[in-house]
């Protein structure tokens, strides 16, 4: 990790261990918007690091970008960074101005990520192209996800379009989002397991934890290492949709055995409002299916190894990055 990278990460950990705690997530989740937050989040300028800096913003890298979605993950950031990082992107890309403030990206209107907080969504037509709606004065109709994040229905009319595949955007800000919140995770349960007593010696301690903190283990390396090389790989190509659909597949495996796995280790109190495990696996559980499940990638993935010809699979799953 570069110099700058390391001080991106440092900057975006720090920002969300002071800003963001159980109190800011349940206060979100019941409908305030943490304001507070945000604005240290747009004035550290991370919103804005796949923004040209000519255009006001970092002018970074999508490996730039992996640190700050993988730290947003982590702490179940109840805020549409990602949205609006991957906006940003797209906008950058077609030739168009990012503007100040929350941004979204949605499959449809139907289901539009802070639809009533962001001033701009950028909605897929399903054949790489998107339109451009702005949410000043539109209809908003509210609603949330399982993670208790607002996925408004929206009615309005696009103000411009452009080019670019807003669903491998989206699946890739997921990715990056569940590999920070899968690790999170992790180190939950082996905090809790080494502390938790029965029958005289922390669960930490028995085989049967121990196989499955190794196993969970492993998922957040796999979800990690992918999100990381679908990001690189956008950065040297700009033609990644490979190695997005691997990140999407492999991330959202592992986010479903992660959830599963930490609630056995945690047993019933992992359930409760008052632990914090439950505000990662639901955001989990929606992160997984949303901007296409694992099925859907994977349905694409071969027919792009089809398209692709028998000669190329192999360097594709060897290829260095």
């Known amino acids: 990790m570069t110099d700058e990278r390391n001080m991106i990460a440092e900057t975006a950990a720090r920002l969300f261990a002071a800003h963001l705690d159980t109190a800011v997530i349940e206060a979100a989740e ?30 970074g890298s999508w490996e730039d970008a ?28 077609a030739g168009l101005d990012a503007p100040e403030g929350p941004l979204s990206l949605a499959e449809d209107v139907s289901r539009v990520p802070w639809a009533a907080q962001a001033v701009q969504v950028l909605v897929g037509d399903g054949e790489n192209k998107f339109g451009v709606f702005s949410l000043a004065g539109a209809e908003i109709t509210p609603d ?31 990715a990056c989002q569940m590999s920070g919140a899968i690790s999170q995770v992790l180190e939950l349960c082996i905090t809790y397991a080494g502390e938790r007593v029965q029958f005289g010696r922390p669960i930490g301690k028995f085989q049967a934890i121990q196989q499955q ?22 950065d040297r190509s700009g033609d990644a949709l490979f190695e997005i659909a691997t990140a999407k597949i492999r991330a959202g495996e592992a986010a479903g055995k992660a959830a599963a796995i930490s609630h056995q280790v945690f047993g ?9 495990l439950h505000h990662l696996t639901r955001r ?21 190894v089809v398209e692709q010809g028998a000669d190329s699979l192999w360097p594709n799953l060897t290829k260095t990055i």
């Open 30 to 59: 019941a409908g305030t918007w943490p304001a507070a937050l945000w604005d240290e989040i747009a004035a550290n300028g991370l919103d804005r690091v796949l923004v040209p800096e000519e255009k006001g913003g970092i002018g």
């Open 66 to 93: 992996f640190v700050i979605l993988r730290a947003a993950g982590r702490h179940a950031a109840p805020v549409p960074l990602a949205e609006t990082i991957g906006a940003g992107y797209l906008l950058a890309q």
């Open 144 to 174: 949330r996800n399982l993670g208790r994040d607002p996925r408004d229905g929206m009615a309005g009319t696009a103000e411009a379009t452009g080019d670019g595949d807003v669903m491998a955007i989206g699946a890739l800000v997921r």
């Open 213 to 234: 903190l190794a196993i969970l283990a492993g998922e957040a390396a796999a979800a990690d290492i992918a999100a990381q090389v679908a990001c690189r790989a956008l």
């Open 268 to 276: 019933a109190i992992g359930f409760t409002d008052e632990h914090h």
């Open 284 to 304: 989990l559980w929606s992160w997984r299916a949303e901007f296409g499940a694992e099925s859907i990638w994977a349905k694409g993935l071969g027919r792009l």
